[in-house]
């Protein structure tokens, strides 16, 4: 089965800085990856996704991944964030059937 | 378009009654339905899904049960509930392994 580790549970960071969140996962299949936001109080809502094709993606509110099949990583980056983009963020892996989740960063941006 | 409604919202139920949480999708066939349960600083912990109706899959071993008595209908269920059953619920669905799940807005479960 799949899993997915996301190394920081807490990213604290100003307004306007750079932020990366990390995710690595393993797999003994070929896999589809995602990350999810999940504001304070709200359900959750995707943010990208890595299906096939080019390592880098593009999703919405300005996040980008990277896929590195080497490093079994699919990290999360923004260059400049903003105070709403604090919230809860989860990377997803999908297998066959299965979704799982990881822990869940939380990102706290600081004015 | 397609929805997914999940009931009820908020539930308190006492330690050792049944339990049922429903899920329903609409505006799609064959979806593919699943169960999580999403703990403070533990993430979204996948209980069950289906791939079609009376296929479940389960990944917890504990007093939780799921059914798929129609196409389109998830339900989440228990004999006896634990204090440790308490949490939010999830219900989502999509329509394949490499398409995103669509959540249902949680049930909100305390065992007292």
């Known amino acids: 089965a799949q899993s997915v580790t996301q190394l920081d549970s807490q990213v604290p960071v100003f307004e306007e800085a750079p932020v990366e969140l990390r995710c690595n996962y393993s797999?003994?299949?070929?896999?589809?990856l995602f990350w999810y936001v999940q504001y304070p109080n709200q359900g959750l809502q995707l943010l990208l996704k890595?299906?096939?094709?080019?390592?880098l993606v593009k999703g919405i509110n300005g996040f980008e991944a990277e896929f590195n099949k080497s490093q079994t990583s699919f990290h999360l980056r923004k260059p400049s964030v903003h105070i709403s983009d604090t919230a809860e963020y989860f990377c997803?892996?999908?297998?066959?059937?299965?979704?799982?989740f990881g822990a869940g960063t939380r990102l706290t941006v600081k004015p | 378009s397609q929805t997914i409604h999940q009931w009820p919202a908020t539930l308190v139920q006492p330690v050792g009654s049944p339990l049922s949480l429903e899920c329903t999708v609409e505006?799609?066939?064959?979806?593919?339905l699943y169960w999580y349960r999403q703990a403070a600083g533990r993430g979204l912990q996948l209980l069950f899904y289906?791939?079609?109706?009376?296929?479940i899959s389960s990944e917890v071993p504990q007093n939780l049960s799921a059914s798929r008595p129609q196409d389109r209908q998830f339900i989440l269920s228990s004999k006896k509930l634990l204090l440790s059953d308490s949490g939010f619920y999830l219900c989502?669905?999509?329509?394949?392994?490499?398409?995103?799940?669509?959540f249902g807005n949680g049930t909100r479960l305390t065992v007292t």
């Open positions: 989502a669905w999509r329509k394949g392994p490499n398409s995103p799940l669509h």
């Open positions: 289906s791939v079609g109706i009376g296929q």
């Open positions: 505006g799609t066939s064959n979806p593919n």
């Open positions: 890595y299906l096939s094709g080019s390592t």
């Open positions: 997803a892996v999908s297998g066959n059937n299965d979704m799982r």
């Open positions: 797999s003994s299949v070929s896999v589809y």
